[in-house]
């Protein structure tokens, strides 16, 4: 649909619907001259052992990095993060509600059935089926897809949902609002297909290897729990011809250091983190190693708004004055981080934010405001506030962790008691409400402020907080029906004024992604503020 990032800008800005362009996927595009390495094999930190590899089961960075290699969706990003074709070859809309997706006709699964429309088709409803209890199945009730959020609360059946197979090679999808950016939302790991046959036989067995069947171009080859996750080349992906890396290896390596360690051995091309104490000195001795690239990031805390004392206002308030962002953002992580005052970063395609009252104080000034709010709300040297801070296992959370502890410590006399949990155990207690804060990042699905603020919304399936306020959800509400840019903006500065007044999170600072990136490695996209990145784009060059 766009041919350019400029372009799409453009018509998204104009709320403009816009007629179908066929165009070739991105693939691996190796300069002219360019000698490549006999050894095509990549290895990648990925920071942790993965929840799951079924695309509708999972929720974090670390999944969709596999995912992305195994599966393929409607549509893909380039380097830049524009949009380029996947199993749709080309796409249209006259008025941004009906969406008409054309598929490719030699898109084949690993087991050589063909891909069909069809298989969007179950793999949508499934999303939106109760019974999958997917944690992002307020994902299509975000793009206003027909009967989405009926079918999320049992009150519809999943065959109600707004798409439909008009042939084999054609989908037809119906949202209830009208969306400009709906196209983009089909790049998510939820909505990447799944083969019907094999789910439905194989139950949850079908997500090991010997089970696995995706149309990505790459297949599961190995995976060995807490080890490693070897992925092979697929020979039935459509455009296998023109993918480069032969295997990928995905490291669950949680320890930033032993991370950077491994990459300095030369046995990590990529790692997911970079640890932050070690930046520096590694920008000074490895110039050409330090990727630091955009991302559409924030690094936050949450409050459970449903226990006490965090039902109260005053509480959460006087918390988040006390965290001194600056000195997380320029010393703590120091990457190139940004203090964050909003939730939304401000990169973010049509984001206009009037900054709250309290960060335009001084430090000094946000603590005596909060020694206050917590007076009001009945605690202080006779009565101090305790409580559990959750955070899943990393070094670099654990940081942030102690830091801010501190100054809650030494400003208000508040005792945060650390609790770091593994990755799968961290979203589980998450998902079922039983912590008081936790440490939490969220990462933009596309590039527009809903994915941002939609999931704050009361009953989002990622409302950890169980923020509940009519106003606010008054205001997206707006957004979506908004007429034009200026409507639509004004709508999410309403949103972001009402997430500083009852302050259900406590935004710290909007990320950069700093990475460890081997020289030799070819096609790595350091302009997509998504981080979407594809191993079928990417080659290792010859020494």
Request: charged share 25%; proline share 5%.
């Amino acid at each position: 649909m766009y041919k350019n990032k400029i372009t799409q800008a453009l018509l998204l800005s104009a709320g403009m619907a816009v007629a179908a362009t066929s165009f070739s996927t991105l693939a691996a595009d190796v300069p002219a001259g360019v000698k490549l390495a006999a050894k095509q094999e990549l290895v990648r930190g990925n920071g942790t052992e993965v929840e799951s590899l079924d695309p509708q089961k999972v929720s974090g960075v670390p999944e969709s990095n596999v995912l992305r290699d195994l599966l393929e969706g409607l549509v893909n990003q380039d380097g830049n993060g524009a949009l380029v074709g996947g199993v749709a070859e080309s796409w249209e809309t006259k008025d941004n509600k009906t969406w008409i997706f054309h598929f490719r006709k030699d898109a084949k699964w690993s087991n050589g059935d063909p891909v069909v429309a069809e298989d969007f088709v179950y793999t949508w409803r499934r999303l939106a089926d109760p019974k999958t209890g997917s944690p992002y199945a307020s994902y299509l009730e975000m793009t206003t897809m027909a009967n989405a959020g009926d079918i999320i609360l049992g009150k519809k059946s999943p065959e109600s949902l707004g798409v439909e197979a008009v042939d084999k090679h054609t989908l037809k999808v119906t949202l209830d609002k009208p969306v400009p950016y709906f196209a983009s939302m089909t790049v998510h790991t939820s909505l990447k297909p799944v083969n019907k046959k094999v789910v439905e036989s194989l139950g949850d067995k079908w997500t090991s290897p010997a089970n696995y069947v995706g149309n990505g171009a790459y297949t599961l080859d190995k995976w060995v729990v807490n080890e490693r996750i070897v992925l092979a080349r697929s020979e039935t992906y459509w455009d296998n011809d023109k993918t480069v890396l032969n295997q990928v290896t995905y490291l669950p390596i949680e320890n930033q250091v032993a991370e950077m360690n491994r990459f300095l051995a030369g046995e990590v091309d990529v790692t997911y983190e970079m640890p932050n104490e070690h930046f520096k000195r590694l920008v000074k001795e490895y110039p050409e190693d330090v990727k630091v690239t955009p991302y559409l990031c924030s690094y936050y805390y949450e409050f459970n708004t449903t226990r006490a004392p965090f039902d109260n206002e005053d509480v959460r308030k006087a918390l988040s004055y006390a965290i001194d962002r600056d000195v997380i953002a320029k010393f703590i992580v120091g990457k190139g981080e940004t203090p964050a005052y909003n939730f939304t970063p401000l990169a973010t395609n049509g984001l206009d934010v009037d900054m709250p009252q309290y960060s335009e104080l001084s430090q000094k000034e946000r603590v005596a405001k909060a020694k206050e709010l917590l007076a009001k709300a009945g605690y202080g040297s006779d009565n101090p506030l305790k409580f559990d801070l959750l955070y899943n296992t990393s070094e670099n959370h654990k940081k942030i962790a102690v830091a801010i502890a501190s100054m809650w410590k030494k400003s208000l006399g508040v005792t945060a008691v650390l609790e770091n949990q593994e990755w799968k155990s961290y979203l589980d207690t998450k998902r079922q409400g039983d912590f008081d804060v936790s440490r939490a990042g969220w990462c933009g699905d596309y590039n527009e402020a809903s994915t941002f603020l939609a999931i704050l919304r009361d009953g989002h399936s990622q409302n950890y907080p169980k923020y509940s306020s009519k106003s606010y959800d008054a205001q997206l509400d707006k957004a979506l029906a908004a007429a034009s840019d200026a409507d639509r903006s004004a709508a999410y500065k309403g949103a972001e004024a009402l997430l500083a007044k009852d302050m259900p999170i406590m935004p710290i600072y909007h990320y950069v992604n700093a990475r460890l990136v081997n020289p030799k490695l070819g096609g790595y996209p350091e302009k997509n503020p998504e981080d979407n990145i594809f191993s079928k784009d990417m080659y290792i060059i010859a020494d």
